[in-house]
């Protein structure tokens, strides 16, 4: 498999709405990447303009959605965007689907009527058909109340992502789609990401060879190795809380250290709860100069990783990080594919 360098631009600090988002887009396709993932979380960013945006300001990189949801968005409207979005940009489009947050949509008084797996698969399922030119009537897993009439007047098939983290939603992603965004904190855990898509793959008949798994990272590169290193310190203390306890021990990580962390955050002791960050609590990203970064990624693609996609803080300079990993990084990593 060749492989593939993403970056993920949208919904994090520096973005400065649409224009940045695809201003770092633009940076992305300069600098060599394959791929860009930008977001769209319900009251977040518009994910959807900046996709069309995308679309229009760039003419190589492939472009995806990371991730739209079937709550907010009915399959059939995400079906006609993708296939809008396919047509505009010549084919480079990639459709990714998630679950969408709970959380978020308890703000709107939306409670969705299926768990985050069960929605997500039928998604998947219903808009593969939709895009296919067929009606999703009678497939399994699509849902009910389609008539054999509910076909797109335009149809252009697209590749399907599934975001997600939990085995429920791995399971989907192996079985439905044609890829997977998962979000690898610390990176050594696409082991296990892996082991579990391969898993419901081989399950549903189908092999990994045309599969694309995503290994999403967080990175902070700069030549200031020391300021690279304070940036992801700062992204770590702000989600320290939120990190699942149960997968930073399965991980061989100090539940206690970020326990400690967040409590400094709690109170409003920002500085201090940066300073907390410990070496071994900087391991759940990839940190530090080019050599640094080169080492880290390298040891991705010994254990079988074809797809490294780099996400925030990426490092002081969010668009001269990506021209820094453009020039210096990438061209060392392929050549490794190369040797």
Known sequence: ??????????????????????????????????????????????????????????????????????????????????????????????????????????????????????????????????LAGRSPLGTPYAGAGWSDQAMLRVAHPTPIYVGGLGPRMLAVAGAFADGALSLCLPPRHVRAVTRQIAEANAAAGRTMEDFDLAACVWASISDDRAAARRILAAHIAEYSGSLAPAALAANGMDVAEFEHTQSLMDQGRVAEAIDSVTDSMLGLGIVGGVDEVIEQCGQLIDSGVRHISFGPPMGTDPLGSLRLIGEKVLPALRSQFDA
Do not use: C
């Open 1 to 130: 498999m060749t492989p593939i360098f993403s970056a993920r631009v949208g919904g994090h600090p520096g973005a400065h709405g649409v224009r940045g988002v695809v201003e770092k887009a633009m940076a992305a396709e300069a600098a060599g990447f394959d791929q860009v993932w930008t977001g769209n979380d319900f009251l977040g960013e518009p994910g959807i303009v900046t996709l069309a945006a995308i679309a229009m300001k760039t003419s190589r990189i492939k472009f995806g959605s990371g991730v739209l949801d079937p709550v907010t968005l009915h399959p059939g409207q995400i079906a006609q965007i993708a296939t809008g979005l396919q047509e505009i940009s010549g084919g480079r489009f990639l459709l990714g689907i998630g679950a969408g947050s709970d959380v978020y949509f308890s703000r709107a008084g939306i409670t969705p009527a299926l768990k985050a797996a069960p929605r997500t698969r039928e998604a998947v399922v219903t808009i593969r058909e939709l």
